[in-house]
């Protein structure tokens, strides 16, 4: 059993022996967060391909993405509930090998819906303890000042990922065949298990919160403002993973009518478009949480994210330039305020029941996105043909709107501009 000393000294050692060994662990789970976040998004990449291929109606496509999706849920809540029980560090490293398999098993075995179904919902069952972990092993171990930034930089790497996702599964779709996309994205997770090995080396066997002033209170505000924050990640998932799932469908034919352009100059447009938006408002936003608060933060971009869903619908018809920078700011404002989501969950929440926590806002987050890109689908099979578009995406737009109201409820003394300072100088209450 460690004492109080030996903690002290494993904290010392984690954050404090160094600027460049701090950060090297860190490059390298944002490296891994990159690589794994390669394969996240290719049934949507190469949805245009696999729908003519497999033969299958929207509703179907929908419910492939959902059994990935839902099935990524729950390995979110049990690989959370695990790292309370095992380490961050051991069950991040045990599914970043899981998930290399699983990418192997999809890229040769899925040739048709019903063993798409199954394989991709396998993949999502072992793909969600590559996320809880880093998110625990980040927040434990970087000041909380930059925390926002540090959590925004591994979710930046994701970003990235799956820019390179979308571009590489829907331009090789396009010009070669789904099974060549499934093989370049399904085979990326075996890099990034290598990225997770290295980067965990570097790290002590068991990540403890270096900063006794930043664990946060057990307080009636702190449960209120978690909820807020779970019920607000809830309504962020739906809007987000039902965006990511048919952004790419509606990007390809929308730029198919105003463009002459390639299958592969599109896919690089799309990627740009949606995720490496996605990954500067990542860290960009992350960082501004640290300064101007989180509460602020979420609040514009909530609100921003819901515009994007309830006015993208409706430029289907409209020149491939505008197309491209709405979409743009859409995955700029979906994505935005995950990190400060993030963060701000790991001020409300006891360490020792982080991983608890963000288990159960995992299952509701991913549990409502899972079912977004099937409700976005029943939404356009049912509606007329002229608002089929408008129709999907304004039921994302509802989710934007929740999020925007749960920020707005959410103490400023906690989340305001300076509030992380009050954070950092609050003592733990014993139980």
Same mark, same amino acid.
């Given at each position: 059993m460690s004492t109080g000393a030996d903690q002290r000294d494993e904290c010392t050692d984690y954050t404090a022996s160094g600027r460049k060994r701090r950060n090297g662990w860190l490059v390298w789970l944002c490296a891994s967060r990159?690589?794994?976040s390669i394969s996240f998004m290719m049934f949507a990449g190469a949805l245009p391909a696999l729908a003519v291929a497999w033969n299958m109606s929207a509703s179907e496509a929908g419910s492939v993405q959902s059994a990935f999706n839902i099935s990524y849920a729950v390995s979110l809540v049990l690989t959370g509930w695990l790292s309370d029980r095992l380490g961050a560090r051991r069950v991040f490293l045990w599914s970043s090998v899981a998930t290399a398999v699983a990418g192997i098993l999809v890229a040769a075995l899925a040739r048709s819906f019903e063993s798409g179904l199954i394989l991709f919902a396998l993949f999502g069952t072992v793909h969600g303890g590559t996320y809880t972990p880093s998110i625990m092993l980040v927040a434990q171990g970087t000041d909380p000042k930059r925390r926002g930034l540090a959590i925004g930089l591994l979710l930046g790497g994701a970003s990235l990922g799956y820019?390179?996702?979308?571009?590489l599964s829907s331009s090789l779709s396009a010009i070669d065949s789904y099974t060549s996309a499934f093989m370049i994205c399904g085979g990326a997770p075996t890099l990034a298990a290598l990225a997770a090995w290295i980067g965990i080396r570097k790290l002590p066997r068991e990540a403890t919160v270096c900063d006794t002033r930043s664990r946060p209170q057990a307080s009636p505000t702190n449960r209120s403002a978690s909820k807020l924050l779970t019920l607000g990640y809830?309504?962020?998932c739906w809007e987000l993973l +039902?965006?990511?799932a048919w952004l790419p469908a509606f990007l390809v034919s929308s730029l198919s009518v105003s463009t002459d352009a390639s299958a592969l100059t599109q896919g690089i447009w799309i990627g740009?478009?949606?995720?490496?938006? +996605?990954?500067?408002?990542a860290f960009s936003m992350g960082h501004a949480s640290d300064r101007l608060g989180r509460r602020t933060v979420l609040i514009a971009l909530g609100l921003l994210g819901?515009?994007?869903?309830?006015?993208? +619908?409706w430029l289907n018809q409209a020149q491939s330039g505008l197309i491209l920078i709405i979409a743009?700011?859409?995955?700029f404002s979906a994505l935005g305020d995950s990190p400060v989501l993030s963060t701000a969950i790991t001020e409300t929440v006891a360490p020792k029941v982080l991983g608890t926590a963000l288990a159960i806002r995992s299952i509701l987050g991913f549990g409502a996105g899972g079912l977004a890109p099937l409700a976005f689908g029943a939404a356009n099979d049912l509606s007329p043909t002229n608002y089929a578009w408008v129709a999907g995406f304004s039921c994302l737009g509802v989710g934007g709107l929740l999020a925007t109201l749960f920020a707005f409820c959410l103490p400023h003394s906690l989340f305001g501009r300076g509030a992380v300072s009050s954070i950092e100088t609050t003592e733990?209450?014993?139980p």
């Open positions: 990159m690589a794994v820019a390179a996702s979308i571009a809830t309504a962020h +039902g965006m990511w740009i478009a949606i995720h490496i938006s +996605g990954c500067i408002s819901a515009l994007c869903s309830f006015g993208i +619908g743009a700011v859409y995955g733990e209450v014993a």
